[in-house]
Structures are given as C-alpha cells and as structure tokens.
C-alpha cells in the first residue's frame, strides 16, 4: 500500500475535480494510494468519508481508480465462459443443445441456427462466418455471384467481402448488369 500519493495521482485527482483541502481531507480518511479506492466501493460512500466532495466528482475519482472512464464505468458484470463447441443461433443467440448438429433449427426461433454457406473463393460449404477449407470470409448468399465476380477480376480473397460491404445499391447494380450480360 502506498504511503501517499504519487505527483501524478494528485494531479488526476485535481483533473477529477478535488481540491488540495479535499486531497488532505482524503489522507486523514486513510485513502493515501490509488488501490485505497477500491476498498471504498461507490460513489456515495466516498463522499460519506470526505464532507465536501461532491457525488459527481466521488464517481469520477472511482470510475477512474477503477479503471473505467468517466463517460463508461468499468465493467461489473459476471464473465462467463463457454466451451468451444458451443453453438448460439445467429438470429436470436439462442445456446444450442450439447446434441446440436450443423444445419439443425434453433429451439428459440425455427430458423437455422448457424447456417451453412458457400464460400466464394473455393466453392466449399460450411457453418460460421469463414470457410475452413480456405480462411475467405463467407459472405451473404445473395452476394456470392457478385463475390466470384470480384474474385476473378483479381480482387484479394480477403478485400472481397469488405469491398461489398462498402458498395452501394448501385454499384451492385451495376455488378449484376455485369454478371447478367456474361451469361
């Protein structure tokens, strides 16, 4: 534990709105470092400890001590973590039963709940949002002729799905005048 505070700590408490007569109000409250916050909890107790701190600049000082921002807190939420051969549908984020299979409707919604695509690049079919044959990423399946027409003009299998997102209505348009007149 620190026995006082840094020049910068002070500094970033002053940025947060404490004042020098509040910064020595802090010390003699026993908050003398930066991990002191945390034992404090919220907003409201610290205020409690220092008279005349005010609630807004007591939850800048935390979210700060804590390592939020002022706009956005940090994070309090329970982390959770999954197995890698669980599936979420991508319509509704429904988990899949451990019996799932590629292809299967979602319990949740009835659509599919991880659809199998074709890949623009090497023609093979699978679930997720990139091909395990070749790493392209899929793209929507209203777009897959308009992706190999990007492909055989020379475009880099991984700029074709980010070019498409970027086009227009027109400029697809104007793809599938293209593709319509070459057959």
Known sequence: ?????????????????????????LVKAGIKGK?????????????????????????????????GSDDAPAPKGKVVIDSADVVYC?????KQPKDYKSGDLCGGCGKEAEPVLA????????????????GAEFVPAAELDLAQLLKREGIAKDDVPRR???????EKKTLWGRIRKSR
């Open 90 to 94: 991508v319509h509704c984020g429904a």
């Open 35 to 67: 991990a002191d916050f945390k034992e404090v909890g919220d907003p409201a107790t610290l205020s409690e400890l220092v008279p005349g701190l005010s609630k807004d600049a007591a939850a800048k000082v935390l979210s700060w001590a804590n390592g």
């Open 1 to 25: 534990m620190a026995k006082a505070f840094s020049t910068l700590e002070k500094n970033i408490l002053k940025a947060k709105g404490v004042s020098d007569a509040l910064l020595k109000k």
């Open 164 to 170: 498409l997102k970027a086009m227009s209505a027109d």
């Open 119 to 134: 890949c623009f690049w090497c023609s093979a079919t699978g679930p997720g949002q990139f091909c395990r044959q070749c």
